[in-house]
């Protein structure tokens, strides 16, 4: 026994030399954060790097209790920076829409949204406005949000200085397919299929993004982040034979939610990713995403149409 927990301990070690990426993190203070599902997980170890490097942050999420435990939590371990909480349920576009009314009436700048709130191969089911329930929240939920948000990261930033739009993505959009007729996969759902679809849109949208900022001149970037394989409440569902392996399991093979944590906090305070936008990292290097991501005539198909769900008029 004691020499399988010695293996799984160097095994660790390795992993998180592995994969924390080698950065310097300057001080952020000044600058204001909103971290979506930032009460747990790889939302609250984001929240709180955030906060330590100075930030003033906003944990988002649908659970008040879990955030006001969070803001507590951080301030107890001495942060540099505000942490505060506000109500905010992906699930919903009022609720969107009301989160931002609240936020902007707060008379707060904004520099870096991190939209990490997440669901993972759940059952079929619809959101408040009967979208399939990973694309409602994974994606649109997000989609609607940064853009209502897009006035104030664009007075925030500076060309030396820009503001940054995080996005969570998955390795699963390679994957992931497009069907324009379906997006709810009514007509042949699947759990993996509809978690990859809304994690695909959601590189497609952080491309197109950066490409309408770059030709309005705007300093505001935009960057798809994946975390790699995570031990957070996501992977409840993973299939393992054994339900006792899981856990050294996911001890060996997966991140701890700090780490996972790491390549969007980089993608978020990096000084050497200043004004590098439109693009997809991977443990913290940037990549090659799918090819379909690099299609412009489909990006834009997907931003006209997301536009045309949540009631935005396509700028």
Known sequence: ESLFALLFEVLRLFKIFLFLPHAVLHTQ?????????????????????????????????????EGLQAVKKIHEEGSEGKVEFLFLGL??????????????ARALTLHIPVNNACIMLVSEGKTEDSFELHFGL???GHFLLTNLL??????????????RVVTMSSATHYVGILNMEDLHGRSCYSELGAYSQSKLSV??????????????????????????MVDTDLYNKLC???PA???????????????????????ATASQ???????YFYNGERTESADITYDHNVRAERWKQSCALVGLREA
Do not use: W
């Not at 699930?91 to 902007?104: A, I, P, T, Y």
């Not at 990261?153 to 200085?161: E, I, T």
């Open 150 to 163: 897009l006035d104030k990261l664009k007075r925030s930033g500076r060309h030396d200085a820009c503001s």
């Open 91 to 104: 699930c919903s576009l009022k609720s969107v829409r009301q989160f931002v009314h609240r936020f902007k």
């Open 203 to 228: 590189v497609l949208f952080t491309y197109h993004l950066q490409e309408k900022l770059t030709a309005g001149g705007f300093p505001v970037t935009s960057k798809a982040v994946d975390p790699v």
């Open 240 to 242: 393992i034979p054994a």
């Open 138 to 140: 994974n994606y649109l």
């Open 245 to 267: 392996a899981k856990k050294p399991v996911a001890k060996m093979l997966f991140r701890i939610p700090a780490e996972g944590a790491s390549t969007a906090i980089l993608a």
């Open 273 to 279: 990713l200043e004004g590098v936008g439109g693009c």
């Open 29 to 65: 203070n000044g600058r204001v954060a909103i971290v979506m599902g930032g009460a747990r997980g790889m939302g609250y170890e984001t929240a709180r790097h955030l906060a330590s490097l100075g930030m003033h942050v906003v944990i988002a999420g649908n659970s008040e209790e």
